[in-house]
């Protein structure tokens, strides 16, 4: 999602050249494929991606539909989020790691710092959640949120698994 439009429509016009046309529209038509505003990304999608460097959320948490899930992985400084407290707040929370999340996580220490979340709620880090050692979500209506603020050593282990022959 982009907030302004004319980079929205030209990130359309690019796939629709990347992937091919099937149409011989002239280029003043609407396009085929079309990045949309985030306000129709969070009402509308079942899994929610964020990567950004922002340093305010970029939607309404109340837009959030039931069993959506977001990756929430831009934000890595403490003063900067992506999401908004009603989005944490809303969501089964799991952190990519515990100690990274409560030095780094904007996202989720403006919330812990405000008092409108505890350490609690970040339910489970990625590991526990992997290995099953906790669950997270227990209803497919579950709002869920993972975490990350970038693990270097997880960065190493899927180059080394990428190069591996």
Known sequence: MNKTENPRKALGRGMNTL?????????????????????TCASNSDVICTCTTSSQPLFDGLL????????????FQPHTREVDDVTVRRS???????????AEA?????????????RDHVRADLHELLSGKKTV??????????KSVGFALEDL???????KP
């Open 19 to 39: 992937l091919g046309s099937r149409t011989q529209a002239p280029p003043s038509a609407p396009v085929a494929v079309e990045a949309a505003d985030a306000r």
């Open 64 to 75: 959030l539909k039931s069993g959506t899930h977001l990756n929430v992985i831009g934000a």
């Open 92 to 102: 089964l929370v799991v952190a990519e790691t515990y100690d990274a999340v409560f």
């Open 106 to 118: 904007g996202d989720i220490l403006i919330p812990l710092n405000q008092s409108l979340i505890t």
């Open 137 to 146: 979500r227990s209803s497919p209506q579950d709002i869920t949120l993972f």
């Open 157 to 163: 282990a899927t180059a080394e698994l990428v190069l």
